[in-house]
């Protein structure tokens, strides 16, 4: 390479990188730095230990995995064997089916009132993977980005592996974690570029109001922030706070929004990898370009099935709602009568995020707890109860429980949890 590009290349590298020399960079590892400095998914890496158990024969009762336990419904299903039968097994379009992304834009119409064209919509290999082009758009290396905290546990990896850094913004506990839109001011810097922004709140169970959304999106329009708004949850909601769109709040802040969602949590569909955004023209134009150079279209025959599960019946979702909060009445119920346990009622979403710090420094025979792992993992082995730390989602004080799955598991989940707690010394 010649020196000159060599030197410019090397420029958009932190100050470590650039004073090595290639081949001292090279012998160090074979692995780059992006990868290096991204955490293994906590939630996936319980989810695979807890298979594991299973495999070995163990009753595990899992609370670990993100999502809902329900099949996708029929006619979705059914929507894929026709797009099969009829041949719709090649490329698409890159950015998704033109049915598809008419069908979102109807969608973000109906129940966000949010308008755009479809061509400013883009289908991705779900919410990740739309969130994941939304960062490689928007983010240079050393740009900030506030992360309220606790988090989604994928945010912070995802803006490391572009070169930005994550700054976390830490949410009150008495304010059920929700971020005040003082404290995202504070956190402003020249650098800052970008906020990330979530409700209902994966691992709190937060949901936002209107009051909190306006102020919030002041200080972003106030600031110059992008922002990206992860509404996978948006449907799973229990209490007299509503689901609303930051975006839907005013014609500057929806310049300045992309709207992420998914088929994963509505519709049951986390194995089809179909999620989707919208945003500004230019914006939307790079998640396009970025797309079409890495991942191309999302699958083929999951496109179809979700035109389906947007023009189909939507009623079901109702149902499955009504099913999570007594799941979630059941949950929480239970969790407060244990001594040394504490948590806020979740709002939205399908997880509870107790506070299991007042057990740290006990023990089960020669085990002491030391943090949200230590628990996480004495729960697994004593309890054969999976539960997903707190750490991985910025709170170690914290585990989190997913309660998409059956009441039977939670009562019997909670049988054991309980059992293991009042075995501490
Ligand atoms: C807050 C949040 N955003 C995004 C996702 C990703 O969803 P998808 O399956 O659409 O990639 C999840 C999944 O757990 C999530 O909890």
């Not at 410019?8 to 590298?13: C, I, L």
């Not at 229990?238 to 969602?261: D, K, Q």
């Not at 023990?363 to 697994?380: F, V």
Request: charged residues 25%.
């Amino acid at each position: 390479m010649k020196r000159t590009y060599f030197v410019e290349a090397m420029r958009s590298f932190p100050y470590s990188v650039r004073t090595m020399t290639p081949s001292a960079m090279k012998e160090r590892s074979p692995i780059s730095r992006r990868a290096r400095a991204v955490e293994e998914s906590v939630t996936l890496a319980m989810t695979e230990r807890a298979a594991r158990l299973r495999a070995e024969g163990m009753e595990v009762l899992s609370f670990s995995a993100g999502e809902p336990d329900f099949e996708t419904p029929e006619h979705i299903k059914q929507a894929a064997v026709e797009a099969m039968a009829k041949g719709y097994t090649r490329y698409t379009p890159s950015s998704g089916i033109p049915a598809l992304r008419k069908a979102v834009a109807a969608k973000f119409r109906r129940d966000n009132g949010l308008d755009y064209e479809p061509a400013q919509v883009v289908i991705s290999c779900g919410a990740k993977h739309a969130i994941f082009n939304a960062f490689l758009a928007l983010l240079d290396p050393r740009d900030e980005v506030l992360i309220p905290s606790p988090y989604w546990t994928s945010y912070p990896e995802m803006v490391k592996s572009t070169g930005a850094k994550p700054v976390l913004v830490r949410g009150s506990e008495e304010a059920s974690f929700k971020v005040a839109a003082k404290d995202l001011e504070a956190a402003v810097t020249p650098k800052t570029k970008l906020l990330i922004h979530c409700s209902p709140v994966n691992p709190t169970g937060a949901v936002y109001s209107r009051a909190e959304l306006e102020a919030i999106a002041k200080v972003a329009v106030e600031r110059g922030l992008w922002v990206i708004s992860d509404e996978v949850y948006e449907k799973i909601v229990y209490g007299s706070t509503p689901h609303i769109s930051i975006a839907s709040l005013g014609p500057e802040i929806r310049e300045r929004t992309v709207t992420v969602n998914s088929c994963s949590k509505t519709y049951s569909m986390t194995g089809w990898r179909i999620g989707y955004s919208a945003g500004p023209p230019e914006i939307m134009e790079a998640v396009a370009k970025i797309q079409s150079q890495s991942t191309s279209n999302p699958n083929s025959i999951a496109q179809y099935a979700a035109v389906a599960a947007f023009e189909g019946d939507q009623s079901f979702v109702a149902g499955w709602v009504a099913e999570y909060s007594r799941r979630r009445d059941v949950i929480v119920q239970r969790l407060q009568a244990i001594p040394g346990l504490s948590l806020s009622v979740p709002e939205g979403a399908f997880y509870a995020f107790p506070r299991v710090s007042a057990l740290f420094g006990r023990r089960h025979g020669k085990k002491k707890i030391r943090n949200s792992a230590g628990m996480a993992d004495l729960l697994l082995d004593e309890g054969h109860v999976a539960v997903v730390p707190g750490e991985g989602f910025g709170s170690d004080a914290h585990i989190r429980l997913s309660y998409a799955t059956s009441m039977d598991c939670i009562q019997k989940g909670m049988d054991r949890l309980e059992e293991v707690v009042r075995s501490l010394a």
